[in-house]
């Protein structure tokens, strides 16, 4: 059974996140969650997404910075931990809109 959590991801970056041996090889590429956010947490809105450093020169990803802006707020993703250790997010942007349409027709009736 699939747990969808809200968090929020991040584009691995090496110069960011770090790369050493024990690195799961298929991690370029993929968002690695920075920060996964707690029912509680939503509601009360405790979290602040802080502004992205940015690095223009990625190994991979050429538009790297207009991916991260993107990117930099709160998604619905499914957690996945690789066999580095690190945990990547599939963001389910088909999820968000389904709740965003939903929320905008409860708002009219």
Known sequence: MIKNKIAICDIY???IHGNTENTSQDIFGHFIVRTLVELNEFYTNPYIPKNIIKHS???FIRNYD???IRYNTLNIIEPITLDGGEMIGIVK???IRIFQ???RNSRRS
């Open 57 to 59: 020169i990625h190994p």
């Open 13 to 15: 970056h090496p110069y």
């Open 66 to 68: 207009d991916i991260t």
């Open 101 to 103: 349409r939903k929320w």
């Open 93 to 95: 942007t088909h999820y």
